[in-house]
């Protein structure tokens, strides 16, 4: 199974910007799927952007303000967040969907937007 760490999380001003990484023990040229959900405090966790077979989709409210991307030569899948306001903040988590075999997750990363 494939290990997962998020990094790049933080405190930010509201209108401001993060890059998050997620970092994987091996390979992922062969990993179609993979994106992030987030979890807000007392929320449950929401499925934020997921990138398959080249395309990636976003939840409407992120759409135009955040962009995942995946660098198979890194091994790291991105998510650039840009204009975060308040009700970003959560813990976001990374996802991998190796072949033939259960989805993977990191242990997630905090990031806050203050107002």
């Known amino acids: 199974q494939v290990q997962l760490v998020e990094s790049g999380g933080g405190l930010v001003q509201f209108g401001g910007s993060l890059r998050l990484s997620c970092a994987a023990s091996?390979?992922?040229?062969?990993?179609?799927?993979m994106g992030w959900y987030r979890q807000a405090p007392g929320k449950q966790r929401e499925w934020v952007a997921t990138?398959?077979?080249?395309?990636?989709t976003y939840k409407d409210s992120v759409k135009g303000r955040f962009t995942c991307s995946k660098d198979n030569a890194k091994n790291t899948l991105y998510l650039q967040m840009n204009s975060l306001k308040p009700e970003d903040t959560a813990v976001y988590y990374c996802?991998?969907?190796?072949?033939?075999?259960?989805?993977?997750w990191g242990q997630g990363t905090q990031v806050t937007v203050s107002s």
């Open positions: 990138t398959i077979g080249g395309s990636t």
């Open positions: 091996q390979s992922i040229v062969s990993i179609d799927n």
């Open positions: 996802f991998a969907d190796p072949p033939r075999t259960f989805r993977s």
